[in-house]
Each structure stands twice: as C-alpha cells, then as structure tokens.
C-alpha cells in the first residue's frame, strides 16, 4: 500500500518530461523573435526543473522515506516482535505515512506550478508567432496595395480621356415652324417626314401629349369613350418621357382613338376631324413629329377602325391596329394591339399554368367569317373581284381541308368551329372581310386555355395587313399560352414587329400550307413547344397584357428607332439612420479575429464601378436581347450583368483600362493570384448590404470581421428597425465606410432595393448572423467576376417533389447532391437584379415576403433562374454558416419551414411555372487539393 504510493513518484517525472518535449517539438519554428526566446526557456525551464527536484530529493522527508524503505526492508519477520514495539512501529509508520503524503502534495503543486509556466510561455509563442504572421501578411498587403495604388495612377494619368460633354442641341426650346403641308404623306419614311433635329440624342426623348379634353380631334357628331381617354391620358402620364413644355418636346401624341361609332354613322364616315387635326397648335403645317394614336378598345368596336384611311394626316405617325398594306408605311407608322387588359398592375392571375406542353386540344378555332359588305359591294374598290373571288376560294379551300382534318383518322383532337355557337351578334355591316371571335371573353378564354396551339387566320380580304380582330386573337392566344400558328402569316404583320421577334413566338405559315398544318405542329418538341410559350407569356406580359405597357411601348419604339437611349431606371435613396447633427460613435479598439492568415489582396481606396458606358450602344449591340430576353427596353441600367467582354489582347494591347493580370500578364500561382484580380473583367470592387432588425451586438460584431476585407466598397446596413440605433452603440472601424440606412419600413424586401449608395455592380448579401471567413468572401467574389449572371454564393438548398402527401413543390435543406436556390444570407448578385426585383417582379410576390415575412431569398432565386435560365453557382464547400453562440433567428423553427413550402409553390403560379433549375456543380479554387512545387504557394491556403 505504502510502496503503491511511492510508486506514484516516477510516474510524476514522465509526465513533467513529456510536456518538456511537447515544449521543445512546439518551439521548432524558424522565426527569429522565437529562436531568441526558445534557448533561453529551454535552458531555463530544466534548470528550474532540475533545481526543484534535486532540491525535493535533498530535503528531510526524503531522507525519511530512504529510512523508510530500509526499515520496511527489515522489518519481513514482524511476528517476532513484540506487541509494544510493533505498535509504536504502526505509529511511526502512519507519521512517515503522513509526512510522505504531504511532500507529495508539494511535490504536486511544484509540479502543476512548473507546467502552468512552461504553458505560459507555450502560449506566448504562440502569440508572438501569429502576431509575426499578422504583421508579415500586413506588410505583403500595404506592399501590393502601394503597387495598385501606382497602377491606378498611372491609369488615370495615362487615360487622358476627357468627359465627353454632351454635343449640341440643334433646336432647343422651339416651337416647330409652319411650313406649307406636304401631300407626299403616302412616301413618309423617318428621314424625309420626320425632324430629327427636334430629337437630340442627349435629350431624353421627350414626349408631349395634346390633352385630349383640350385639344379634341374627334368629330362632334361621334361619342367620345370616356374611359379609353382616360385609360391613356393616365397611363402616358406615368411614362417618364412626358413633358409639359411642347416647345422642348420631340413628339406630340394626339389621342384620336377615343370615338364610339354609334348607329348613325355609315362605316364610310370617320370619327377623325382633319380641320380640327390640321390646327392643333404644334402641327406647324404639315404635323411632323406628330404620333396619332388610335388605340382599339375591349368591346372592339370603338377605334377598330381604320379611321385614318385616305385623309389627309400630314408628315404625322399613324399608330392603330388596322392597317392596309398600301396604306402603311414601313418603319414609320406603328401596328399596336388593341387595350384589352387593365390599365396597370398584375396580370399573372389571367395566365394558366404553362405546364403541362400538351393540351387537350392540339388546335382550336373559333370564328365566323363576316365577308358581305366587303365581297358584296368592293366598298373599298382596291381589288377587282377576280382577285377577291381567288381569295375567297383559298379561304374556301382552308376552311374545307380543316374540318376534314378535325374528322380524320387520327387521336390528335380539334376544336375548329367556323360558325358562332350561338351566333355571334349581328352588326349592321363590317368594315373588313374578316373572322369575328364567338363568344365572350370568358368562354373563349377557357377554349385557349385547354389548346395547345390557337390558329389565327389572316383576314379574307389580303388587303389587310393587320386588323384589330386579328391582333385581339393574337392577344387572346398568348393571354392563355396558346402558342398562336398565324396561317396567311406571311401577308400580315404583327404589332411592333420591327422590334418584337415573333418568330419565336408564333408560327408563320403560309395559308396554301394549310395541308401541311397538322404534320408541322406535331413535329414541335415539348421543349421548343414550351420555349415558344413562355416567350409568348413574356411578350404578352410586358407589351400587351396592360395599357401602361402597351402606350410604354409605343413610345420606346420610336424612341428606339432615333437611337435614343432610354431614361435611367430609378433607384432608392439611402437616407442615413442618423440625422446631421449626429454623429456616431466609434470603437476605439477592435480586435478584429485573426481572421486573414493569408494575403487575399490588395487595400485600395474605394473605387466606384464605371456607370453608364454604354448609353448609345448597349441597344445597338444587344437590342434583339433587350427587347426580346429580358423585354425590357424601358429603362437604362448603370451596368448589367451581360456587359460585352473585351478579348483578352485588350488588356494588353491598350483598348481598355483597369484590368488587373495576374503577374502583369504573366500569370502565377497563388502569391500573385493574391496580388492580382485577374479574369475577364477589368478591377471592380463589392458592397456588403447587410439587413439587421434590433440586433445590436449581432450587427455590431458581424461589422467587426469585416475589418481589412479587400476589395470592399461599402458596408450597407439596412435598418429595419423603427427605433433607430442606441446612441452610445460603438461602431468598429473596418476601413470602409458604414452606412446605416433608414428604411421606411421593416420589411424583407429591403434587402433587395436598388439603393443609389451601393456604387458597384457586385453586391454581396449576408445575414448579420452569418459567419463568413475573408478568404471565402473572395473567393465567392472572384467566382461571381465569371458569373455575373447568377447568385453565386455559399448555402445551398432545393425544391423537392413532394409525391407522396401533396404533389406539389417542397422546400429542402437537407445535404444533397443537387441545389437549385443559394440564399442570399450568403451570397454575391449583380446590382441589376435590385432593380429587377424592386421594379419588375409582380407585386403579389413582394406582397407575400411581406405577409410571411420570409421567402425574399427564395423570391430573388426565381428571378434570376427565369431571366437567365441557368441554376446559381454554390462555391467551396461549407453548408451552414449560423454562428454558434447568436441568439437563434427567425429562420429555425417548422413554420417557417411550412411557409417555405408555401412560397415555392405561390411563385411557381405566378411565374406560371417552376424556374427554378437544378445543379450538380460546386466552385472550389484551383489548385486545390492539387499537389504543386513546393516553391509555389496554392490560390487560397484553405479553399
Ligand atoms: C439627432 O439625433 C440625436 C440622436 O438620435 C438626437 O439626440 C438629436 O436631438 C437629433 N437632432 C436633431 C437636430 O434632430
Ligand atoms: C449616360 O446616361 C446617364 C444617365 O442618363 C448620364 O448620367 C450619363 O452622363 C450618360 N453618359 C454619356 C456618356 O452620355
Ligand atoms: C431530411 O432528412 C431527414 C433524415 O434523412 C428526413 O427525416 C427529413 O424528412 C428530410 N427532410 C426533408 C424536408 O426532406
């Protein structure tokens, strides 16, 4: 028992000489501060060591416990001896017993006294080795940034490329000039009837409007549509372009198509009053620059006519939807469809899911051809019946081959009715050979909406190029994503086809194809058949479906034509969270975390992304796009994200400024991929927008790792907060401004408003919760430099099919090996998308972020999968990002789950299908895991 406790000695000695060599392993380091300080613990520390042990072994109760063990040695034969002696032998036994104890507890506590010094100063060593790193990363930093600083100097000195300072306005602030009228009106093309000099590029494009209660050109016999007028007045009053001073402006719109024909009137009469016309103020002789507009309403019958037909309009612009061929002019007048929808605001409710590609029926018809007056009496006495009679039997011929289509052998199933059931009201007498539409609104819509292609016929009478009967089922058609197949589509034109690609939209086929008709439509894959009818959806959506877009477009597509670029889109001010005489406090001392170990770039002063480069050629070069992708030729963004790239010579054979090659062009591993941006894309910088709701400390501590982030721009909180901060918050000191934002509400949908303070194109949007190391941060901005396109970001997540309860879309977070959504609590986009979601996504979307208080991320990665048809990028490979020790979020428990679910399957209807895409594809860094020299250093030490 005693000799076990003794046994306990040694044991000590071993452990106290393995920390000594843990010490010595540990001080194997090549820094010069270390090699001082190591040699002098570890002559120290021994010593000590030795000094405490030898003195322990010189001392009195060692010298007892050497007595100890002799006299134990001799003690074998206790039998022996007596009873007296043996007890007071237990006695002294129990005092060395005691004796021994308590100099093994000395021992002991030398012992731990000893191990907490040598730790002390394993602990300093490690201090002073991560500070050396520090300091070295430090200095590798303000060295490369001191050698970008010199590059931008030389840039700027070398650019010599002074401010173009906008050109001379040919006329300004003139009234247009009388001159005798022009009756060459038949020939008018832009450059002979049109005054450019009226229509500065620089102008903006402004557009005067005749205030049709001032300025009426409507017959006074005829009844005005009072809420056509005031359907047009007020959309062209939210159109940007609108002036009030006529003599700035370049066009004048007259308002015409606003006269109900009424019994009393013959179809010969027009509601037009060209002596009204002719003295408008501004019509200076001959109307140049003059739009006439003549919009066909929704019962169709006002303004359906073609009421400009043989009167004397001038030098002015005919826009209708009826137009005969010899009457039009190409590149000048305008085919619009009739205003069938509402005058603004959503649409997406009219739109039937785009899924499934098949209908019930292939093809659907319904019409009654209402030829009389027009093949009866030659009213317009164009043609000469041998011509119509020829027509007449084509459409004849159709007409028969059609219905034996509809019978024949086949499982292909058509709903082609050439007479009304029940019969479409009489009028007294039609204007124009053409298919009326059976039904109501309401009846047809449901036929549309069970067909997967509409045939539209071309009007009987070949005369027409375009009638407003037509267009309302082209209208139709696409309204329900029945992909129109336009049969005599190769003598009609559809609206604003000199911008507008129908093609891809809608078939075109020449009417003696008419046999050939069925074989055609089943050879069209799902996957065009689909394209075709959300291309449809897309075009309907923003030039047709509402009034506002409808007169928007007129106006763009002149403004187009004249090359002028349109307004910039509207940001949101960032007003500051502190009023002026506030002024914030700040940290005296952050210690930011240890964060960077590695030199990720350069410290530059903030650089601002070039804005507006591209004003005259971004139509010019990626108009089809404009107008036909991303239908939005409204607005002028400051950049976006398919800005044209420059070859790679550029950067070297003096095109362009501002590219940053990696090794100055001669490339490199990781020390001078750190230097360097590289890639495709000349030198940018990123702003962190960051939304924070009465998290002070959370905010503050997330603002505080952001310390010596490069290639940041700008911090941007938003403060959802109605309460604004506490005034004695500190706010850290991270090298970049902070700027606090008020919002005007709390609401989700603040993370993605295109506020005029973030200057660059990349924005990287993160949760104040989430914990993102720097060298993640650039490595997911240096992915987002080649994907500009997509959300680029870090947690990864998908929709799911829910088979099995609902047969709907759930919303998954569990590991994967396929995502479709990154979220935006981590992730990098392009500014544009700000502008997107604020401006162009329905309303019922931010409606329900707002409702749920949810949803924003998954709304944005809808937005970006529709526009660009790709899935987003997920870069390096950690999943979640929450940090251990914040409060718990509002992200975490099951109804937020359920609301998820919800919002997937709500967007999907709105978009009318799921945009989402799916991805097996993950970013890491290259030359990671990849074994180099050892000279050479990898892209990133841990990515
Ligand atoms: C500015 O804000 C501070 C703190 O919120 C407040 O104390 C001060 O009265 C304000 N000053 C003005 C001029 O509104
Ligand atoms: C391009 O348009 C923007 C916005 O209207 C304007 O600020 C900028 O000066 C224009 N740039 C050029 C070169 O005209
Ligand atoms: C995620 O995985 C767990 C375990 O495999 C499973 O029980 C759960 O239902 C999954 N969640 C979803 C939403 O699929």
């Known amino acids: 028992m005693i000799g076990g406790l003794y046994d306990g000695g040694p044991t000590y000695h071993s452990v106290g000489s393995g920390r000594i060599e843990t010490f010595h392993w540990r001080s194997h380091i090549k820094l010069s501060r270390i090699i001082i300080l190591v040699p002098v613990i570890l002559f120290i520390v021994p010593l000590f060591t030795h000094y405490y042990l030898s003195k322990v072994e010189s001392d009195s109760p060692n010298i007892d416990i050497h007595r100890t063990r002799s006299k134990l040695e001799a003690f074998e034969d206790f039998t022996s001896m007596k009873a007296s002696d043996l007890k007071s032998r237990i006695e002294e036994m129990m005092r060395i017993k005691i004796s021994v104890s308590n100099e093994l507890r000395d021992l002991e506590a030398k012992r731990q006294r000893l191990q907490m010094e040598v730790s002390g100063f394993t602990q300093r060593i490690d201090e002073l080795k991560q500070e050396l790193l520090h300091q070295q990363t430090d200095l590798d930093r303000l060295k490369i940034s001191v050698v970008q600083a010199q590059v931008a100097q030389r840039e700027a000195v070398e650019r010599n490329t002074p401010e173009l300072a906008p050109p001379k306005r040919m006329l300004v602030n003139s009234l247009p000039p009388k001159v005798p009228p022009s009756h060459h009106f038949h020939s008018c093309r832009m450059h002979n009837c049109f005054d450019h000099s009226r229509c500065a590029l620089t102008s903006g494009f402004p557009v005067f409007l005749y205030d049709p209660d001032l300025y009426s050109v409507v017959n006074p016999a005829w009844d005005v549509d009072g809420f056509l007028k005031t359907t047009i007045k007020q959309t062209l009053g939210y159109n940007p372009h609108l002036t009030s001073n006529p003599a700035e402006a370049c066009v004048y719109i007259v308002l015409v198509g606003e006269a109900l024909s009424t019994e009393a009137h013959g179809t010969k009469s027009s509601p037009l009053d060209v002596d009204k016309l002719h003295s408008l103020p501004y019509w200076g002789g001959d109307g140049r620059n003059h739009i006439l507009l003549n919009l066909a309403r929704r019962d169709l019958s006002v303004g359906s006519g073609n009421i400009?037909?043989?009167?004397?309009?001038?030098?002015?612009?005919?826009?209708?939807?009826?137009?005969?061929?010899?009457?039009?002019?190409?590149?000048?007048?305008?085919?619009?469809?009739?205003?069938?929808?509402?005058?603004?605001?959503?649409?997406?409710?009219?739109?039937?899911?785009?899924?499934?590609?098949?209908?019930?029926?292939?093809?659907?018809?319904?019409?009654?051809?209402?030829?009389?007056?027009?093949?009866?009496?030659?009213?317009?006495?164009?043609?000469?019946?041998?011509?119509?009679?020829?027509?007449?039997?084509?459409?004849?011929?159709?007409?028969?081959?059609?219905?034996?289509?509809?019978?024949?052998?086949?499982?292909?199933?058509?709903?082609?009715?050439?007479?009304?059931?029940?019969?479409?009201?009489?009028?007294?007498?039609?204007?124009?050979?053409?298919?009326?539409?059976?039904?109501?609104d309401s009846s047809r819509k449901s036929i549309l909406k069970d067909s997967t292609f509409a045939l539209i016929l071309a009007p009987s009478d070949a005369d027409f190029l375009s009638t407003t009967l037509m267009q309302a089922r082209l209208y139709e058609a696409l309204r329900a994503g029945a992909i129109p197949v336009i049969l005599g589509g190769d003598q009609v034109l559809l609206s604003y086809g000199e911008v507008v690609a129908w093609r891809r939209a809608a078939v075109f086929l020449p009417k003696a194809r008419v046999t050939e008709l069925h074989f055609l439509l089943r050879a069209i894959p799902d996957s065009d058949l689909l394209a075709m009818r959300r291309q449809g959806r897309t075009l309907w959506e923003r030039y047709l479906g509402v009034a506002q877009g409808a007169v928007d477009t007129v106006v763009a597509v002149v403004r187009d034509r004249l090359g002028i670029p349109p307004l910039p889109a509207p940001q949101t001010p960032s007003p500051s969270v502190f009023n002026e005489s506030f002024i914030p406090l700040r940290a005296d001392n952050i210690v930011a975390e240890p964060e960077a170990e590695e030199s990720l770039g350069p410290l530059e002063p903030p650089y601002p992304s070039p804005s507006f480069r591209r004003n005259?050629?971004?139509?010019?070069?990626?108009?089809?796009?404009?107008?036909?992708?991303?239908?939005?030729?409204?607005?002028?963004?400051?950049?976006?994200?398919?800005?044209?790239?420059?070859?790679?010579?550029?950067?070297?054979?003096?095109?362009?400024?501002?590219?940053?090659?990696?090794?100055?062009?001669?490339?490199?591993?990781?020390?001078?991929?750190?230097?360097?941006?590289?890639?495709?894309?000349?030198?940018?910088?990123?702003?962190?927008?960051?939304?924070?709701?009465?998290?002070?400390?959370?905010?503050?501590?997330?603002?505080?790792?952001?310390?010596g982030l490069p290639y940041l721009n700008k911090v941007l909180v938003v403060w959802n907060s109605p309460k604004p901060p506490m005034e004695d918050l500190r706010w850290p000191e991270i090298g970049v401004p902070i700027h606090v934002i008020k919002a005007l509400r709390n609401s989700l949908n603040n993370r993605f408003l295109p506020f005029d303070a973030i200057e660059t194109e990349a924005v990287l949007s993160i949760d104040d919760d989430a914990h993102l190391r720097h060298d993640e941060i650039m490595f997911g901005f240096r992915v987002w430099r080649e994907h500009r396109d997509r959300v680029v970001g870090f947690p990864g997540r998908f929709h799911a099919w829910d088979q099995n309860y609902h047969n709907a879309w759930n919303y998954n977070s569990n590991y994967s090996c396929e995502l479709s959504m990154v979220l935006t609590g981590a992730a990098f986009f392009h500014k544009h998308y700000t502008y997107l979601y604020t401006h162009w996504l329905p309303q019922a979307i931010r409606d329900k972020v707002d409702e749920y208080m949810n949803c924003e991320d998954i709304a944005m990665n809808f937005l970006v999968s529709h526009i660009t048809r790709k899935p987003p990028v997920k870069v390096t490979s950690r999943w979640t990002f929450r940090c251990p020790g914040c409060p718990v979020s509002l992200s975490e428990d099951d109804t937020h789950f359920q609301e998820r679910h919800k919002c997937i399957n709500f967007f999907s209807q709105v978009f009318g299908y799921m945009p989402l895409l799916n991805t097996q594809y993950r970013a890491d860094s290259i030359l990671f895991k990849t074994r180099i020299p050892h000279d050479k250093q990898k892209c990133f030490k841990f990515i």
């Open 616 to 707: 005259y050629s971004t139509f010019l070069t990626q108009g089809h796009m404009i107008w036909n992708d991303w239908a939005d030729p409204f607005n002028l963004y400051p950049q976006l994200p398919y800005d044209t790239v420059l070859p790679s010579d550029a950067k070297f054979i003096g095109s362009e400024v501002g590219f940053r090659p990696i090794g100055k062009g001669a490339g490199g591993a990781g020390k001078e991929f750190s230097e360097s941006l590289g890639g495709n894309h000349p030198r940018e910088q990123f702003t962190i927008v960051m939304l924070t709701y009465e998290r002070e400390q959370v905010l503050i501590n997330a603002l505080a790792r952001l310390y």
């Open 308 to 440: 400009f037909d043989e009167l004397d309009t001038g030098r002015s612009m005919l826009v209708q939807s009826t137009f005969r061929r010899s009457q039009f002019r190409d590149n000048f007048d305008l085919i619009v469809p009739p205003i069938l929808g509402p005058p603004g605001g959503d649409v997406w409710q009219d739109c039937p899911l785009m899924l499934p590609a098949r209908r019930k029926y292939l093809l659907s018809f319904q019409g009654e051809m209402k030829s009389a007056s027009r093949f009866a009496t030659t009213p317009l006495g164009h043609s000469d019946d041998a011509d119509a009679d020829n027509e007449l039997n084509l459409d004849v011929f159709i007409i028969q081959h059609l219905r034996e289509m509809t019978t024949g052998m086949t499982l292909d199933k058509f709903l082609i009715q050439f007479e009304c059931i029940p019969a479409s009201d009489e009028r007294k007498s039609v204007e124009i050979a053409d298919w009326s539409l059976c039904g109501t």
